[in-house]
């Protein structure tokens, strides 16, 4: 199974770190983030690696070459403009080929086990299959909705008087996935986002997802960053 690894953002909330490196290029630890979860998805048995690349683009490339070092093989998927998350896949189909493949953000920090990905895979007639985590204190109201029966979708239990019994409850994307190529199918080229597409698929009843527990944050900001470096190193003495 192949993986694309998101890295073409500009960074705008992490300024002014992000002026001179790009966003997946800051370091946790004395690592960058984008190097954590290559090495999670190789340690899962995903070597075949593609990263689209925008924003200070060469410096990633430069940083991981053909992703030898890291037990990778890394193809880039370079965007003149930004594309934004579904254009970034769309433009980068030809890499991934045709069978379901793992997406996940070069600048989120956890040790999420892709391996879970491998082993569960599509259920047939699905479209994407979405890791959620907890709500975080600067993003309480979450995104999708879990239910019981592993299916997601954007209103969920709003309004319902069986929340209880149909709904596990709403939590935010973790920026994982594994996507069908198809959902990508009617996307036309240029700069599109990923969650109407979502949307569009949780409503057809083709949207799975699980709720993960484990180490997650969304280092979006310098204050994040600077709380997981002390979280991170105070770990390692």
Known sequence: MKAMVLAAGIGKRMLPLTEKVPKPLLEVAGQTLIEWQIRRLAKAGVRDLVVNLHH???????????????????????????????????????????????????????????????????????????????NAAHHPEGDFWLGKNGMLSATGAEGMKEAKETWVGKYTYAGIALLSPAL?????????????????????????????????????????????????????T
């Not at 060469?58 to 998350?85: K, R």
């Not at 569009?200 to 960053?225: C, H, I, N, Y």
């Open 184 to 236: 990508f199918n009617d996307l036309p080229a240029g700069p599109q986002p990923l969650a109407p597409l979502l949307l569009k698929a949780m409503a057809a009843g083709k949207v799975s997802g699980q709720l993960f527990e484990g180490e997650w944050m969304d280092v979006g900001t310098p204050e994040r960053l600077a709380q997981l470096n002390r979280e991170q190193n105070r770990q390692q």
């Open 56 to 134: 200070l683009g060469s410096l990633i490339e430069s940083h991981l070459g053909n992703g030898a070092e890291l037990g990778v093989a890394i193809t880039y998927s370079h965007e003149d403009v930004l594309l934004e998350t579904a254009g970034g896949i769309k433009h980068a189909l030809s890499l991934l080929g045709d069978e379901p493949f793992i997406l996940c953000n070069g600048d989120v920090w956890s040790d999420f086990d892709y391996r879970q990905l491998l082993a569960d895979g599509l259920t047939e007639g699905r479209l994407a299959h979405l890791v959620l985590v907890p």
